[in-house]
């Protein structure tokens, strides 16, 4: 098994940054290669459904919901085992409970790529709560 524990989230206003940060493992007397990982960023408002934000392979492709384009940026540290979410000019409408995922690489991957519906990913943080005011 996969633990994954998000961190980074707070409250800012809008047009500011945030970074979050997720720290993977793998759990006792699993073999654990975060380099064959699709990892993922998700995030959650009240009364809507999880939606992708940001996913990112093992070739370090990455691939960008619209509403996040050119704002936000995913990248991984494979040596720490680090997922990253920068998010720069925040919007009021990017307030949600962001959450971090991961699923090892295999043929559900050679038939889309990462950047699938969160139902497909099977490794999930607790979520960090981001809060953009106008």
């Known amino acids: 098994q996969v633990q994954l524990v998000e961190s980074g989230g707070g409250s800012v206003q809008a047009g500011g940054s945030l970074r979050l940060s997720c720290a993977a493992s793998?759990?006792?007397?699993?073999?654990?290669?975060?380099?064959?990982?699709?990892m993922g960023w998700f995030r959650q408002a009240p009364g809507k459904e999880r939606e992708r934000v940001a996913t990112i392979d093992s070739n370090d492709d990455t691939a960008y919901a619209d509403s996040v384009k050119g704002r936000f940026t995913i990248s991984r540290d494979n040596a720490k085992n680090i997922l990253y979410l920068q998010m720069n000019s925040l919007k009021p409408e990017d307030t949600a409970m962001y959450y971090c995922?991961?699923?090892?690489?295999?043929?559900?991957?050679?038939?889309?790529?990462?950047?699938?519906?969160?139902?497909?990913?099977?490794?999930w943080g607790q979520g960090t709560q981001v809060t953009v005011s106008s």
């Open positions: 995922a991961a699923r090892p690489l295999g043929s559900w991957y050679e038939q889309g790529g990462c950047f699938r519906p969160s139902h497909v990913y099977n490794s």
């Open positions: 793998g759990t006792a007397g699993y073999t654990f290669k975060y380099s064959n990982f699709c």
